[in-house]
């Protein structure tokens, strides 16, 4: 006897829920400092939701399960991209900014699609995780300005570059077999290293206070 199959919205409730429980309370208490710090630098404007959901709702916690797991996941990351830009399209009625809100959009696409080119060009390099993770960082990094996207993107890898580099040298060149190329992304194919929390990190630099005083 079968048992009856989960819908498509039971069934995303039952996984975003088994995420949430496996994520550990340190991590949901930095996605909360994370939510307010942000608030409170964009306080004055009307993107502050948009910024401080995908900060503190999905990138905090996206970025720590990828640095402990090597994983991203869509549970989190996927469905907060039309929640962003649903946030900025309430930001846009507000302030009559209907292009910024196009902009975004354009910008998380067309981020998405660099990094896309980047994994077919190069196997093992990038996840896909990656790709929605640069999309959904892309809707408020565009919204700010059409260049911030591109800019966090080169910060996060010129970061994780000196962090797998780091790691080697720590780790010693010549001191067992180098690491296999994890499922998350990874700068050097000999050193796996999470590329998550350096696309949050090239973002927060880029992005946040770029427009932080009116």
């Given at each position: 006897m079968t048992s009856r199959a989960m819908t498509p919205a039971t069934r995303f409730r039952t996984d975003l829920a088994a995420e949430l429980a496996a994520t550990s309370r340190p991590a949901r208490a930095a996605a909360m400092v994370?939510?307010?710090?942000?608030?409170?630098?964009?306080?004055?404007r009307p993107d502050a939701a948009a910024f401080a959901l995908v900060v503190a709702g999905v990138g905090?916690?996206?970025?720590?399960?990828?640095?402990?797991?090597?994983r991203l996941p869509d549970v989190l990351v996927v469905p907060t991209i039309p929640a962003a830009l649903g946030l900025l399209g309430v930001a846009a009625w507000a302030t009559s900014d209907w292009p910024a809100l196009g902009r975004a959009a354009a910008g998380a696409a067309g981020a998405a699609a660099v990094l896309l080119a980047l994994v077919v060009a190069r196997p093992g390099a990038l996840g896909w995780g990656d790709v929605k993770f640069v999309a959904l960082l892309g809707v408020p990094g565009a919204w700010v300005g059409a260049a911030v996207p591109a800019a966090g993107a080169l910060l996060?890898?010129?970061?994780?570059?000196?962090g797998a580099l780091t790691w080697q040298v720590a780790a010693g060149w010549n001191r067992g077999r180098p690491a296999r190329a994890g499922p998350g992304g990874c700068l050097l194919r000999s050193t796996a290293i999470p590329l998550g929390p350096f696309l949050l990190l090239g973002w927060v630099a880029t992005a946040v206070p770029s427009t932080a005083t009116p």
């Open positions: 994370a939510a307010l710090l942000v608030a409170w630098v964009r306080r004055d905090t916690l996206a970025a720590w399960i990828d640095a402990r797991s090597f996060a890898m010129a970061l994780a570059a000196a």
